[in-house]
């Protein structure tokens, strides 16, 4: 896995991994935007995305009726440098017609405890919690 970072312009880089994907990310200076994303919120999105991704993949092998998946990242970071996460919390949505909540809450289990690399990076260094609700689109 390769990555390349290069410097736009201010605090202003782009992004791109071996297969040509790019983005656009940054801090804005004084009164200038931001570009995109800081690095510790890539850093944030990579680990909700990571575990997202274990929880479809483990409910659609199980052949639950999964239609959507929404997985909101909370963090704290210390008050020094470096800024470390301290806490981070995923709270996922599971959406679908009749999910057994066992089965959502199992995937998530797995996804923290075996599947999701992020997360296992993160651990090593912030308290990682998950929760998660099922919401019926058949009701």
């Known amino acids: 896995m390769k990555a390349r970072v290069k410097w736009v312009e201010d605090r202003t880089f782009t992004g791109e991994v071996e297969a040509g994907h790019k983005i656009v990310f940054g801090n804005g200076i004084g009164d200038k935007p931001k570009p995109g994303p800081s690095p510790m919120e890539l850093l944030l999105i990579g680990t909700g995305g990571c575990a997202a991704f274990d929880v479809v993949h483990i409910l659609e092998k199980g052949r639950e009726p999964i239609e959507d998946c929404t997985c ?52 090593a260094v912030a308290e990682v919690t998950h929760d998660f609700e099922v919401v019926d689109t058949g009701a």
């Open 72 to 123: 909101d990242v909370t963090a704290e970071r210390a008050e020094t440098e470096p800024k470390v996460f301290t806490k981070i919390h995923m709270h996922f949505t599971v959406k679908g017609r009749g999910l057994d909540p066992k089965k959502v809450e199992r995937a998530v289990q797995l996804s923290a405890e075996k599947y999701c690399s992020a997360s296992a990076m993160m651990a």
